[in-house]
């Protein structure tokens, strides 16, 4: 998939919708859609969530660093076999990704696994 996109909003249960989107094989390609819900894990001040796709099957998902006015998050969970490095910016230069692969480093995750994703021109 490239061009991928993840949207978050409040659902009226108190739950967070997640909507997750793709683009096959190109940032043109057809639209691929994963919905999902995430609920905070009580007492992790909303850096932990616990995130379904599938029914009732909840997965980690960790907020392990973020800018103070969320325009970017670096997220992984516990055994440090998946990390998402999101950005509200589709392009935000290779010095800043540099900036947060290191830091996802620093944090103890595997970085070499980084698959960059393309996305559309702005």
């Given amino acids: 998939c490239e061009g991928v996109t993840a949207e978050y909003s409040q659902r009226p249960d108190g739950m967070i919708g997640v909507l997750n989107t793709c683009r096959d094989g190109a940032p043109g390609g057809e639209a691929k859609v994963a919905n999902g819900r995430a609920k905070v894990v009580e007492g992790s001040e909303g850096a932990k969530l616990k995130v379904s796709f599938f029914g009732p099957f909840f997965g980690d998902y960790w907020v392990l660093d973020r800018a103070e006015d ?44 980084i698959r960059r994703v393309a996305q559309p021109p702005a």
């Fill in 70 to 113: 969320y325009s970017w998050a670096i997220v992984g969970e516990p055994s440090g076999k998946y990390l998402w490095i999101l950005s509200r910016d589709p392009t935000p230069g290779e010095a800043v990704i540099d900036r947060h692969i290191a830091r996802a480093a620093a944090l103890g995750y595997d970085t070499t696994m």
